[in-house]
């Protein structure tokens, strides 16, 4: 029975829709309902994201003088700022990690196909912001080895024909790598690449509420019904399961290996040896090191952002190439999946060696 408060609330907000939805809907389960639990395993992740987040702008200092500065207070005077920033550059990779499990979790079980191809595609940008969100807080320590990776990671679109080279300046503010960057990069990080996610995860969500779980080929070919669980409370109970086990694990790694902070950059030191971006940048990062700077007539380093470019438009579009994936196409491109998954692996690998 309702309160007076309760029945106000209900007048004004509509939660009976909201419980009486959570209560109807259900999820599949099958020897594949593992990977449902990688897409809330990134809202946990985004929302430490989020919340650690608004912690370390309080602190931090975007500027030439101030970044290092600010980090280093962050970690050795403010209460808990070090476990803070540790947990915050911890659940970034966790967050980008499942984001890749996510997609190529359904690239493999061809959950993409009709009606869900806008689905996927939200998916693939949501994958492309992540990654922008992770390249771009990897300057804002402003150390060293941030800067080069920074000087290294923007010159690469330089070699893109026609438009190279003015993306290479509006990415870094000017010619070279400077305090404009930084305050570029802190912006982009803080305003403008939290607008797009927080747009693209509203719309991604909203299109799995509405077209459902997608089945694997495999149990929608069986003539036997799926068993299916309660969203509320059975699945929300495992979901949370699995968030206790992951937040174990995030918070051992961030107190036990936090990140480390070098001395403040030197705009006109020379780059320090080694320089490697992040472990989600390296097998893109190796694939332009294995490319010669000439290949015929044509520019080495070219050719690869040109092939990378392609590799991303052919993956955007998959659900479009793969309208039929029961048939041999189908077969061939989950083949395709698995060197990808490989090639990737062995490319970062190499560049760790």
């Known amino acids: ?13 509509g939660f009976s829709n909201i419980t009486k939805f959570l209560k109807e809907k259900t999820v599949p389960q099958h020897k594949h309902s593992i990977w449902y639990y990688t897409g809330s395993a990134i809202l946990l992740f985004f929302t430490i ?3 650690t987040g608004f912690m370390l702008v309080f602190y931090y200092k975007p500027t030439l003088e101030g970044a290092n500065e600010s980090v280093a207070r962050i970690m050795t005077e403010v209460p808990l700022g070090w476990i803070i920033r540790s947990v915050h550059s911890w659940a970034a990779s966790f967050m980008i990690a499942f984001v890749f499990i996510h997609l190529l979790s359904t690239w493999l079980a061809k959950s993409y196909r009709k009606p869900r191809e806008l689905t996927w595609m939200s998916g693939v940008f949501l994958l492309a912001v992540s990654l922008a969100f ?3 807080g990897y300057l804002l320590p402003w150390d060293d080895l941030s800067l080069s990776a920074t000087k290294v990671g923007t010159d690469i679109p330089r070699s893109i024909p026609l438009v190279g080279v003015w993306v290479t300046k509006l990415l ?3 010619e070279d790598v400077t305090g404009d960057t930084l305050t ?3 912006g982009f990080h803080v305003s403008i690449l939290p607008v797009f996610i927080f747009i693209l995860l509203g719309v991604h969500i909203y299109l799995i509420q509405k077209q459902g779980m997608s089945l694997p080929l495999a149990a929608e070919g069986k003539k036997e019904k799926v068993r299916e669980i309660p969203f509320w409370p059975n699945f929300v109970f495992r979901e949370m399961v699995v968030w206790l086990l992951l937040l174990g694990i995030l918070f051992s790694l961030a107190i036990f290996f936090p990140p480390s902070l070098d001395k403040a950059a030197d705009l006109m030191a020379a780059a320090p040896e080694g320089v490697k971006p992040e472990w989600y940048f390296l097998f893109l990062f190796q694939t332009l090191k294995i490319f010669p700077a000439k290949i015929l007539f044509l520019n080495g380093d070219t050719l ?3 092939l990378m470019l392609l590799a991303g438009i052919l993956f955007f579009f998959l659900p479009i190439m793969d309208n039929k994936p029961t048939e041999r196409k189908g077969r061939i491109i989950t083949i395709i999946a698995l060197v990808v998954i490989a090639y990737a692996v062995v490319m970062t690998i190499w560049s760790l060696l």
């Open 1 to 13: 029975m309702k309160t007076g408060i309760q029945s106000w609330l209900d007048e004004r907000f």
């Open 49 to 51: 994201q989020v919340i």
């Open 134 to 136: 992770g390249f771009t």
């Open 172 to 174: 870094r503010g000017g």
């Open 184 to 186: 570029r990069f802190f």
């Open 304 to 306: 690869a952002v040109f």
